[in-house]
């Protein structure tokens, strides 16, 4: 019963944070020196800036550490819980993102041979040079082998100079490449009218020549869809890395699929399929005389639901493919490696929905560029920290999305006391938080 029951407001007392949860993360990024790391690659502040580049970093990161989707969410919502907070100081909306906004570079537009459509683009080198030294700080690059996967998405937005995409709805479409599917190795804005296919080439020579200049070793593995079925592409891709794996336009290939003699049954997420392969020499025409390469045609095919014959392959049957330079493997593990590239979706709806993405602050292609880096960094110290913190918090999961780790690490009501002439945090909570 709380008939009897009065709420008491207490007057004069230090502010309690929400979210002392942070503390601990912020501790951990010292520890592993990201502010240092910011400093080196970062065009340095001048003397009398109030704000250093780690609390602006900090500033942004613990936007998307609260659960906040704009960075305006720094002054409505969270400057009181960072009152006199040691680890950082945090920086007004307007200054966040006029410090961002200077470290923009220059929009590029070119056009294709025969086309009459203007392309736009934009690279960052200091932030994909920031982002590589995050990158091996982490120990990414450490792994046995490296995957690089490529693909487009579209982020859908009305800003200054944003284009019409192929949905028929204004925006951006930027390149993306992973390495080892769990982190962001390269961006590059491009506008909403550059569909995936053109200039790709181009692209992937700036994502293998910063790998060069960062002296990273060899990439093993590279995958992405059919708008990279292109010889130039593929024979880019051939000197560059050990095995590539990209998918095929049916009208391109759908030609070889009657020639497959033998299909073996594969399980997949919603039911069973079939698969086969083939040598095939696809690019006779554009290879110089008698020097075209022979590739493997991997196909797959699923029964369709309507059980309705195709007219060009006179059959009830779905197909999609596969082409890959990969001999070693057997037909289904070649099936299997590739069905893994659509982890990529995953990593767009996190930085979409998780990391701001879907809430671009600027009005134009190369200043949201460099937003895009900076939470698509955040995205990747967050596996880190995620992964650190699971491992002595029963409540975690290395799995966990951004909102589970806000709801049962991050909201913890604390506030910092001073004593004994030292800061300590005092933690209002039954629950034993271990770092």
């Known amino acids: 019963m709380l008939h009897n029951t009065t709420a008491v407001k207490i007057i004069k007392s ?107 683009y934009c690279t960052n080198s200091k932030l994909e040079s920031l982002n590589i030294d995050i990158l091996k700080k982490l120990g990414v690059f450490k792994s046995d082998k490296l995957t690089i996967d490529y693909d487009n998405t579209i982020i859908f937005n009305e800003k200054e100079d944003s284009k019409m995409t192929y949905k028929r709805n204004y925006g951006y479409q930027p390149g993306v490449c992973t390495i080892n599917e769990e982190n962001i190795l390269y961006i590059e804005n491009r506008n909403g009218n550059s569909d995936a296919k053109s200039f790709q080439l181009d692209t992937l020579k700036r994502v293998f020549d910063l790998l060069d200049s960062q002296k990273i070793k060899k990439v093993h593995n590279f995958r992405a869809d059919a708008a990279s079925y292109q010889y130039d592409v593929i024979s880019f891709l051939q000197s560059k890395v050990d095995n590539f794996y990209i998918g095929c336009r049916n009208s391109y290939v759908e030609k070889y699929f009657s020639q497959v003699g033998q299909w073996e049954e594969m399980k997949c997420e919603d039911g069973t399929m079939e698969v086969g392969s083939i040598e095939i020499t696809p690019f006779k025409r554009q ?114 999305r951004m909102k589970k780790f806000i709801f049962r690490f991050i909201i913890l009501p604390a506030k910092w006391i001073k004593q004994s002439r030292q800061l300590k945090l005092r933690i209002y909570s039954y629950n034993h938080y271990q770092t």
């Open 14 to 120: 230090n502010p309690i944070s929400a979210f002392g949860g942070a503390n601990f993360v912020f501790d951990y990024l010292n520890k592993m020196n990201i502010d240092q790391i910011c400093n080196d690659r970062l065009p340095p502040m001048v003397n009398q800036s109030k704000y250093s580049w780690k609390d602006i970093f900090y500033s942004l990161k613990s936007v998307y550490l609260c659960g906040g989707d704009y960075i305006e969410d720094l002054q409505a919502h969270l400057k009181p819980h960072f009152t006199n907070n040691p680890f950082v100081k945090l920086a007004s909306p307007d200054t966040v993102l006029r410090r961002l906004s200077q470290l923009s570079e220059q929009t590029q537009s070119c056009k294709t041979k025969r086309g009459v459509v203007t392309h736009q």
């Open 287 to 400: 290879s110089p005389s008698n020097k075209a390469q022979t590739y493997r045609l991997v196909v797959k095919r699923k029964p369709k639901k309507d059980r309705q014959i195709d007219l060009i392959t006179q059959d009830i049957y779905d197909y999609r493919a596969i082409i890959t330079n990969d001999f070693d493997l057997d037909t289904k593990g070649v099936a299997a490696f590739y069905n893994q590239r659509g982890n990529m979706e995953r990593q767009f709806d996190i930085l979409k929905n998780d990391f701001g993405w879907n809430n671009m602050p600027f009005s134009s292609l190369n200043k949201n560029l460099v937003f895009l880096y900076f939470t698509a960094i955040c995205r990747n110290l967050y596996n880190k920290i995620i992964q650190h913190f699971s491992k002595t918090n029963r409540y975690l999961k290395p799995t966990y």
